[in-house]
């Protein structure tokens, strides 16, 4: 079951209480047997030693220390910090040398295939998008940068990814796609004419956006979707991508779209797709990227 951000933040900010709650109630335990933790817990609470805060202090870094390495083993073994260790575990792969079936890591400079996606925010020509439209959780809530994403939409077409003279070409269905955001766009983003009104060409490109990720522009004063932002990354040609998957080699004669390779010379490129037994991943993150 999945959650939504609102109810994530109210359970961490649930989980942040418990932990300084029992860290407090630790210290005081601690306090009654060891000597050093009793002395800073009773400046702490403002014993006859004094009004300091020592022992505060001691119970908050213990539970800021709690917080940090929950988060860390939680990604360590179920998030991203284990999706990193699996990519890595597989040594980077030059094309030339892999073999059919083979499960392979490899870095390369992405090339569009003649049926190419446009990024609905930027109008940028890729081969694969992701776009985020968010809006303030509650204007009142603190903090107030918490936003609430009421919309993703990731759009992905199959791309090529060049290796000095090899190809492999890359199926992205199926496929999980981490994609770099690379343009954040709120308020302070907003093109505004000279009285302070978002430019013609500002709400144009923002309806079209909302349209694209199935949100209904409606305006608010001539202005389309107040308050959101749109947070949009894509895989163009020339950036770096690295891609682990299972993969085969395959004539370019053979596929009508692969055409265009074959009129260049390039007889054969090394497939990689999602299979039953090993999911493709790509990424031009620099968490992925060697």
């Not at 870095?107 to 890729?126: D, I």
């Not at 144009?204 to 308050?227: F, H, N, Q, W």
């Not at 040609?237 to 074959?262: D, H, M, N, P």
């Not at 990424?283 to 992925?288: H, M, P």
Request: proline letters at 2%.
């Amino acid at each position: 079951m999945k959650i939504n951000e609102t109810a994530a933040r109210l359970i961490f900010l649930f989980y942040v209480m418990v932990v300084f709650i029992l860290s407090d109630s630790l210290f005081h335990e601690l306090a009654e047997h060891v000597e050093w933790i009793a002395h800073a817990w009773t400046i702490g609470k403002g014993g006859s030693r004094g009004n300091g805060a020592a022992g505060g202090i001691i119970s908050v870094v213990f539970g800021l220390a709690v917080l940090v390495l929950t988060g860390y083993i939680y990604s360590y073994f179920w998030g991203k910090l284990k999706l990193i260790r699996s990519f890595k575990a597989i040594a980077q792969s030059s094309i030339s040398k892999c073999s059919d079936g083979e499960i392979v890591r490899i870095q390369g400079t992405l090339e569009l295939m003649p049926t190419k996606l446009t990024a609905p925010f930027s109008q940028r020509q890729c081969s694969a998008y992701s776009i985020s439209a968010l809006k303030p959780a509650k204007t009142n809530e603190w903090p107030r940068t918490y936003w609430d994403t009421i919309a993703f939409k990731l759009l992905a077409n199959d791309f090529l990814i060049r290796c000095k003279k090899h190809f492999v070409l890359v199926r992205s269905n199926n496929a999980k796609i981490i994609i770099q955001t690379d343009i954040v766009h709120d308020e302070s983003s907003y093109s505004k004419d000279l009285g302070g009104f978002l430019t013609y060409e500002e709400n144009a490109k923002r309806k079209r956006t909302l349209e694209a990720v199935g949100v209904s522009p409606i305006p608010y004063i001539g202005a389309y979707g107040k308050d959101v932002k749109f947070e949009e990354g894509v895989l163009m040609r020339g950036e770096r991508v690295a891609v682990l998957g299972r993969g085969q080699w395959i004539s370019t004669a053979a596929y009508q779209e692969l055409r265009f390779l074959s009129e260049r010379g390039i007889d054969k490129v090394f497939e990689i797709a999602t299979d039953a037994e090993q999911q493709l991943v790509i990424s031009d993150s620099a968490d992925f990227l060697e």
